[in-house]
């Protein structure tokens, strides 16, 4: 029999993170984690992650800068940030997101450690 783990967790009562990021159910090799209304500004600072990254507006606006390239990002858009590319981003609009990473962001401080 395989790995019969199931795990529930509810975002109100989720840990949150450095960045804001509020985390979600986690598995061995993928985890998710929720932006939740982040607020408009300037561009981050560039980063990169020992993590590949999925992720799907719910709602607002933001421009991912990644390698030299810009793509705006809108309610129903979704976008791949490979493991160790140099990007940031700008948020626009009041800003909600689900993302997914793998190997797990959260784990080993993957997330609060720049690359």
């Known amino acids: 029999m395989g790995d019969t783990t199931v795990m529930k967790v509810s975002s ?5 993170g450095q960045m804001g990021q509020k985390y979600l159910a986690s598995g061995k ?4 984690r ?14 990169s992650r020992d993590y590949e ?4 507006v719910i709602e607002g606006r933001a421009e ?13 858009d ?3 940030v490979p493991k160790g590319a140099s ?4 948020i626009l609009e009041p800003f909600t997101a689900v993302e997914a990473t ?8 993957r997330d609060e450690t720049k690359q």
């Open 12 to 16: 109100g009562r989720s840990p949150t």
């Open 29 to 32: 090799q993928v985890s998710m």
């Open 34 to 47: 929720l932006w939740e209304r982040e607020p408009p500004g300037e561009a981050k600072p560039p980063t």
């Open 53 to 56: 990254t999925v992720g799907y």
């Open 64 to 76: 991912l800068h990644l390698e030299g390239q810009m793509v705006r990002l809108e309610p129903g």
């Open 78 to 80: 979704s976008w791949t």
């Open 87 to 90: 990007h940031a981003y700008k």
């Open 102 to 109: 793998s190997p797990p962001a959260g784990a080993h401080g």
